[in-house]
């Protein structure tokens, strides 16, 4: 740990607090096909976090017997949740992130991103947020990965790094995004939100309530 030499953002709920948003996406499509159901963040956060979007709208076509097939469902919520996250005002940085990307370049440490969503959300994300120059490597979930908690955006992103998992940092939010990382072989710190906090971390590594608690982490670590 304190010979790291790279670090590993997940996106959702570590970089950015997208979660508001997708929750907004949900239940407006769900008022849209008839279902008088609203998902509050307890409930969401214990359902829907971590996992892809198409997973999640099977889950809400099975659960209120809705007459639309997966992929509609799957299409209308992206098709709301672009519209929210290509507006910068709907955007906001996690507390701390700012600080720690500033640190992790005085430090010299290579930054990515591996997250569940789709590539050109990342990046449409990360570009709305000016933060894109701190990044070394971006992945997202295209046709050939499978998503967390499977390994496979971790692994690709240490190859774009071309880092050693020994040496490899992993920020984490949820429990299939830590087990996805563990599996990969990295020490993985977890940082709950809101939505995440009942979820299972006992893969993690080390669990921090927030980015200001894992730069003092890592800073320490460094001495």
């Known amino acids: 740990m304190a010979d790291f030499k790279n670090i590993i953002f997940d996106l959702d709920g570590v970089i950015v607090d997208t979660e508001p948003l997708y929750r907004r996406a949900v239940n407006a499509v769900l008022q849209l096909a008839g279902a008088e159901h609203q998902f509050d963040t307890a409930e969401y956060g ?9 997973e999640n ?4 076509r099975e659960r209120f017997a809705l007459p639309q097939t997966a992929k509609l469902i799957s299409d209308a919520n992206l098709l709301l949740y672009n519209v929210l996250i290509a507006d910068p005002e709907n ?9 720690l990307l500033a640190w992790l370049a005085e430090q010299e440490i290579h930054v990515a991103i591996a997250s569940s969503s789709r590539p050109e959300y990342v990046e449409l994300i ?5 933060l894109l120059h701190h990044f070394d490597a971006v992945v997202g979930l295209d046709g050939a990965l499978k998503p967390k908690p ?19 940092v992993a920020l984490e939010d949820s429990s299939s995004g830590v087990r996805a990382a563990h599996n990969a072989g990295l020490y993985v710190i977890a940082v709950p939100n809101e939505y995440t906090a009942q979820q299972d971390f006992s893969k993690a590594d080390l669990i921090r309530s927030d980015l200001h608690q894992v730069q003092k982490h890592l800073a320490n670590s460094k001495r």
């Open 91 to 99: 955007l906001e940085p996690m507390p701390g992130l700012k600080e």
């Open 57 to 60: 709208a099977e889950y809400v």
């Open 46 to 54: 214990k359902i829907f976090t971590g996992r892809p979007f198409f």
């Open 150 to 168: 499977a390994p496979d955006v971790y692994l690709r992103a240490l190859e774009q790094l071309q880092a050693r998992h020994e040496e490899t």
């Open 126 to 130: 990360i570009r709305n947020l000016n």
